[in-house]
């Protein structure tokens, strides 16, 4: 990891913090109001408990990564087969989440934004501490002020820019669901016995400390409080989870159960996982969602080390591939048997205000892509932009009339077999799709190392699993020699083929932003990142791990400065 930047001191101003706890983010008494002794103290009591089991379970993913690269396949696990065929359900659905048709998603910070999704209409706004969020200390600990006051019913904004309007929630909002990050990621500004906390332990547990009062005699209605968990592969992860659930429960003195909790199956290893991650969170299950694009990036990741699996161009891997539909059947079907929610992808278009027509026909894809899922049999759906939100809505609750949910419904009986699991994608692979790649991937990247980790590109909302899919196809490209199609020339994807293309994709997202956007951001540093991640002869795990150490600023201890 890159080295950390460290600031100069300004003045002598300290957060107050337990033994064993070092804070080395910028002083701040908003901030100070968050993390708090008790507060630290719950966070430190988390990771003490559960790093052990953390280091294990990330050793075990590396492990698994290895018998992958060896040829193995990922498959059921025969040991956990009572788990699959046995006759068990999940905790029942609290009612303040029986109607989840329409989510909306979002980092959470800026302020204002989580205000306009708070009010946006759906029926849950599901806040992103992960792949929406670039991991700043002003992004997290301004999303953690942002949670405490908008589970308060307190938070406000006021727009200078706006003429001094002001934006404050409406009496009726979305239900909060916040997504930690995954067990990977470290938070280098909180040390705890002098290594790096977890971040998820920190994202969970502050936000936990201070809010999960006021959330249960409010949104939850006795429950919650509510969250979304990502990245995981196998469920030992889970099982972690659970521990963590339990503990906080009882620090707290609330039901065991009250926590309740949707995974996000977005890596491959996870799907042979299914009825396993639910069993361990049997008590504190909100179902599972399907969350594609990054399945599709955990698809290549897994199968790095075998040439009769390469994806074809990204725009082609949709919903229609054999693999991307069984894992949504089957995630559907397991569900529904367990009794929980089965939550769809993500639309990620956004309004086109200058192109009505334009407009329309991508309204018109997201009603498709939705009717598709309602008919499939899930629950509710997610969109990136306020803006979807009344379309979808029209989709979902006219296939349901009048239900909340199709928990009930009858699952389909049709087998779905490992190999309907990893079916390798149709399609072609073409130069076209490498400069797509290229173009998006240096431009969220840009964006990332900027602070934003949400960036609107090419009329979709995108997030890291854009810029994750985006290198790690390329590489994959590469690695293994692609034949590309060229407009109807074969070449072969190659180191010289991709700095040819990174050349002429660099001048034309130059021309699109302007010269003096470009300058003033971080393009370049974010060219150079993502040549390296494409031509590296090792797939790291992932491109903003690598990158973290760029936006990690250490304030000496007594230190504070300003912005």
């Not at 727009?159 to 990621?185: I, N, Q, S």
């Not at 407009?487 to 072969?492: I, L, S």
Request: proline share 6%.
């Amino acid at each position: 990891m890159p080295s950390l930047h460290n600031s100069t001191p300004a003045m002598a101003q300290c957060y107050d913090t337990p033994e064993g706890v070092d804070i080395r983010g910028r002083y701040d008494p908003e901030f100070a109001a968050i993390l708090t002794r008790d507060a630290l103290a719950f966070v430190a009591g988390l990771q003490r408990e559960f790093r052990g089991a953390v280091r294990y379970a990330m050793e075990r993913r590396r492990e698994a990564q290895r018998r992958y690269d060896a040829g193995e396949l990922p498959r059921f696990d025969p040991s956990t087969r009572f788990v699959r065929e046995g006759e068990w359900a999940c905790a029942p659905v609290p009612p303040a989440i029986a109607d989840r048709t329409v989510e909306i998603t979002g980092p959470a910070d800026p302020r204002k934004m989580v205000i306009n999704a708070l009010n946006s209409g759906a029926k849950v706004f599901m806040v992103n501490f992960e792949d929406a969020l670039a991991p700043t200390w002003e992004n997290l600990m301004r999303g953690q002020v942002n949670l405490r006051d908008a589970v308060a019913g307190t938070i406000s904004f006021r727009d200078a820019a706006r003429g001094g309007r002001v934006y404050k929630l409406d009496e009726r909002t979305a239900k909060l669901f916040v997504r930690p990050r995954g067990w990977h990621l470290p938070e280098a500004h909180v040390l705890i016995d002098g290594e790096p906390a977890i971040g998820c332990l920190v994202d969970f547990g502050l936000y936990f400390f201070h809010s999960h009062a006021a959330f249960r005699a409010g949104q939850g209605a006795g429950f919650g409080p509510f969250f979304y968990l990502p990245k995981m592969e196998h469920s030992r992860e889970a099982r972690i989870w659970n521990g963590v659930f339990e503990r906080a429960e009882r620090v707290a003195g609330i039901e065991r159960g009250s926590i309740r909790a949707t995974v996000l199956v977005e890596t491959l290893p996870a799907v042979f996982q299914m009825d396993e991650i639910l069993h361990e969170l049997r008590d504190h299950s909100a179902g599972l969602n399907c969350g594609r694009w990054d399945y599709i990036f955990s698809y290549v990741k897994t199968f790095r080390a075998h040439p009769d699996r390469l994806l074809p161009d990204r725009a082609l891997v949709g919903m229609a591939q054999h693999f991307m539909r069984s894992y949504s059947h089957l995630l559907i079907r397991t569900c529904h048997r367990r009794r929980v929610h089965a939550m769809g992808g993500m639309a990620a278009q956004i309004p086109i205000k200058d192109d009505a027509a334009a407009n329309e026909a991508a309204l018109e894809l997201v009603r498709g892509d939705k009717l598709r899922e309602v008919r499939a049999g899930h629950d509710g759906t997610w969109a990136a932009h306020p803006g979807l939100i009344p379309a979808i809505r029209e989709v979902f609750e006219g296939h349901l009339g009048g239900k909340p949910n199709q928990i009930d419904a009858a699952a389909p009986v049709d087998a779905i077999t490992e190999e309907d699991l990893i079916q390798p994608p149709r399609g072609a692979r073409t130069v076209e799709g490498l400069r797509l790649n290229t173009r998006v991937g240096v431009q969220y990247l840009a964006a990332w190392l900027g602070g934003s980790g949400s960036v609107p590109l090419y009329n979709l909302m995108e997030d890291a699993a854009t810029a994750e899919i985006s290198r790690v196809q390329n590489w994959q490209w590469l690695h293994h020699g692609a034949v590309l199609d060229a407009g109807g020339v074969a070449v072969r994807a190659t180191p010289e083929l991709l700095a040819h293309v990174v050349e002429e994709e660099m001048a034309r997202v130059q021309e699109e932003v302007g010269a003096d956007r470009f300058r003033r951001g971080r393009y370049k540093e974010a060219g150079r990142i993502f040549i390296r991640q494409c031509v590296a002869p090792e797939l790291d795990d992932f491109l903003t791990l690598d990158a973290y150490g760029l936006i990690v600023v250490h304030h000496p201890r007594g230190a504070a400065s300003k912005l």
